[in-house]
C-alpha cells in the first residue's frame, strides 16, 4: 500500500497503536501529524518516521482541549496545505465506582478525551476531507459491545459504545462526499493503556490466557489493519467495524 504525500494526522500517536500507525504511514509514504503530551516519546515516533525519509510533524496537544484541537488541524494545514486521513486514536481508561463522590470527574474526563475530543477533531476536519475525498478511521473497542468484566469501566465501555454510533451516522451524512468513516475495535493490545490501569495482579504472560486464541495483540498488527482501511484497497467500505480481538467476542 502507498500513501506517497498523503497527509495523516494520528492522535495519541507518542506510543501504542498510534505510534505504530504513525511509523507505518510513514514507511508507506506519507506525511504523519504525531500528536501526543510526552515529547520524549513523540520525538522517538519522529525520529522513526524520519528514518523512512518522511520528517514528520509533531504536536503537542491535548485533544480534549478546545484551542489545542484547533491547532492540530490549523498547524497540519499550514505545514502540508490539505489533510487526507484523521485516525482518532487518543483514549484513556480509569477505574471509578459508580458510587464515588469522584466518579463524574472521572467519567467527564473518559467521555472527553475518548469521545467529545474525536467528534470535535472530525467537525473541525471534515471540511478538509471532504476537499481529498480522505477518510476517517477511528478506534473504539470490543469494550463498546460488550461489558469490559468490570463494573468500575463504565465510562470507557461507555464512550466506546458512544464512539461507533457517532462514525456510522458520520458515515452515512459524508458518503455523499466520497469520505469513507469506519471503526476498529481491538480487544487486548499491549499498550501503556492496560498497564496504567494498575490491575492488581496483573502480568502479560498469563493475561493472553484470557482469549480464545490464547494471545494479546501487538500494536502494528492494529496498524496493519488502520493501512488497509485508510488505502484504495478498502474504496468500499465505509461505516464498517473491524474486529480484531483474538475471539474476545465470540466467547462472550
Do not use: Q
Request: hydrophobic residues 40%.
Amino acid at each position: 500500500m502507498s500513501f506517497n504525500n498523503k497527509v495523516v494526522i494520528v492522535t495519541g500517536s507518542s506510543s501504542g497503536i498510534g505510534a505504530a500507525a504513525a511509523i507505518a504511514f510513514a514507511k508507506e509514504g506519507a506525511n504523519v501529524v504525531v500528536v501526543g503530551r510526552n515529547e520524549e516519546k513523540m520525538k522517538n515516533v519522529s525520529n522513526k518516521c524520519e528514518s523512512f525519509g518522511k520528517k514528520a510533524l509533531v504536536v503537542k496537544a491535548d485533544v480534549s482541549n478546545d484551542a489545542d484541537a484547533k491547532r492540530i488541524v490549523n498547524e497540519t494545514l499550514n505545514k502540508f496545505g490539505k489533510l487526507d486521513i484523521l485516525v482518532n486514536n487518543a483514549g484513556i481508561a480509569e477505574h471509578s465506582e459508580l458510587t464515588s463522590k469522584d466518579f463524574m470527574k472521572s467519567f467527564d474526563r473518559v467521555m472527553n478525551i475518548n469521545l467529545r475530543a474525536a467528534v470535535y477533531l472530525t467537525h473541525l476536519a471534515t471540511p478538509h476531507l471532504i476537499k481529498t475525498k480522505g477518510n476517517i478511521i477511528n478506534i473504539s473497542s470490543v469494550a463498546g459491545t460488550v461489558n469490559s468484566g468490570s463494573s468500575t469501566l463504565i465510562a470507557y465501555c461507555t464512550s466506546k459504545a458512544a464512539l461507533n454510533h457517532f462514525s456510522r451516522g458520520v458515515a452515512l451524512k459524508l458518503a455523499e462526499h466520497g469520505v469513507r468513516v469506519n471503526i476498529i475495535s481491538p480487544g487486548p493490545v499491549r499498550t501503556d493503556i492496560l498497564d496504567n490501569l494498575s490491575i492488581p495482579n496483573f502480568n502479560w504472560d498469563t493475561f493472553n490466557e484470557t482469549t480464545p486464541l490464547k494471545r494479546y495483540s501487538e500494536p502494528e498488527e492494529i496498524a496493519d489493519l488502520i493501512l488497509f482501511l485508510a488505502s484504495d484497497k478498502a474504496r468500499g467500505i465505509t461505516g464498517s467495524e473491524f474486529v480484531s480481538d483474538n475471539g474476545i467476542l465470540i466467547k462472550n
